[in-house]
Structures are given as C-alpha cells and as structure tokens.
T-cell receptor
Framework: LAKTTQPISMDSYEGQEVNITCSHNNIATNDYITWYQQFPSQGPRFIIQGYKTKVTNEVASLFIPADRKSSTLSLPRVSLSDTAVYYCLVGENNDMRFGAGTRLTVKP | DTGVSQNPRHKITKRGQNVTFRCDPISEHNRLYWYRQTLGQGPEFLTYFQNEAQLEKSRLLSDRFSAERPKGSFSTLEIQRTEQGDSAMYLC???????????????FGDGTRLSIL
C-alpha cells in the first residue's frame, strides 16, 4: 500500500491561500487521493478526492501532477475556523490508511 | 442526510469489563467501517462490512475485539476484557459502493471516546 508523507505542521494567517503537499511515491494505478479535515473531538470530514490533474469543489482544490507521486491540497483564503488536522490518504476507499496528518494553525 | 451517528459519545469503564459501541450509518450506505484513533495519531482501520458481510477483519487489534452488522444497517463494536491500552476514540464511517460508482468517500461519525480506569 502506498505510504504518504506530509508536513507535521503549518502556520498561516487569515485570508491567505494555504497549500499542503503530500508525497505518495508508490501510488498504485487504481488508487485515489483523498483529503480529510479533522477538528478536536470530531470525526474526519471529507474535503476532496481526485485521481489525476485538478479537482475543485466549493471549499478546496486538489492538484495532482501527471506522475501522481504527490498531490497538493489548496485552501483559498483560510479563516481561523480552518485550524485543524488535514489528512492525505491514498488507496481504495475500503482500505484507507491515515498518517499523522498536517496540523494547520491559522492566526489572526 | 442525518449523518453517521455513534453512541454513546463517551464511555468510562473499569479494566476487565466488556464494552459495546453502536454505529448507525447514513441510511443509503451499504459499507460500514470501524477505526480506532489515539491521541495525536490518525485513525487506524479495524474492520469493514458490505451490507451484513464482514469483508475485512484481519486488522482487528486482538481477539478481544469483534464487530457485527446483523441486518446490514447499524453495527456494533465490542471489546471484551478491556485493558488500559484500549483507551481511545472509536470512529465509525460509512460509504456507498456499487460496481458502477466504485470509489465513493467515507463519511465519519464523531466517535465514541473510551476511557479505561
């Protein structure tokens, strides 16, 4: 199974764009890339999922280069309420392996 | 869509007792998953069901852990003879799957926090 590597923590300020990159060098052909957000004492919340190129929804964009060995979650104009842990997962949805995630802190 | 519901939200028990948690998935979802999460770590996959069939259980942490989904709707996770190391958040998730749609993302509940005294 593909292992993911992402920064342990990131800081940002309100109104900035935040990009969190995840490395997954041994991603398999059938694997999707999925990002979740988790607040303390809550379950993870689905943000976005993609297979290749670019995916955009109302809260985020996901950029995936042609070799699919990495991906970048882009959060436009973050607010204080975006302070959370963000997880990058690679694999089939019936076999998801979470890493430790990236702790994003948004400052005023 | 009422979301995934887990009960109880908190459970405190003495070491050696048995505990059971319940998960009610999103109604139209046929897959249901259980995870464990300890402080500072990401969720750790335990097992999953498609309808009432348990399709993966090799990653249950020990034979003290078992899960059921008898009618393909709600599920229960039981831990027998609890140990202090079982203290954690237990998360449930559900998703829909069919051969046409394939890979649909999981939706999580807010978990049951277990504390072993």
């Amino acid at each position: 199974l593909a292992k993911t590597t992402q920064p342990i923590s990131m800081d940002s300020y309100e109104g900035q764009e935040v990009n969190i990159t995840c490395s997954h060098n041994n991603i398999a052909t059938n694997d999707y890339i999925t990002w979740y957000q988790q607040f303390p004492s809550q379950g993870p919340r689905f943000i976005i999922q993609g297979y290749k190129t670019k995916v955009t929804n109302e809260v985020a964009s996901l950029f995936i280069p042609a070799d699919r060995k990495s991906s970048t979650l882009s959060l436009p104009r973050v607010s204080l309420s975006d302070t959370a842990v963000y997880y990058c997962l690679v694999g089939e949805n019936n076999d998801m392996r979470f890493g430790a995630g990236t702790r994003l802190t948004v400052k005023p | 869509d009422t979301g995934v519901s887990q009960n109880p939200r908190h459970k405190i028990t003495k070491r050696g007792q048995n505990v059971t948690f319940r998960c009610d998935p999103i109604s139209e979802h046929n897959r249901l998953y259980w995870y464990r999460q300890t402080l500072g770590q990401g969720p750790e996959f335990l097992t999953y069901f498609q309808n009432e069939a348990q399709l993966e259980k090799s990653r249950l942490l020990s034979d003290r852990f078992s899960a059921e989904r008898p009618k393909g709707s709600f599920s229960t996770l039981e831990i027998q003879r609890t140990e202090q190391g079982d203290s954690a958040m237990y998360l449930c998730a559900s998703s829909s799957w069919d051969r046409g749609d394939g890979n649909q993302p999981q939706h999580f509940g807010d978990g049951t926090r277990l504390s072993i005294l």
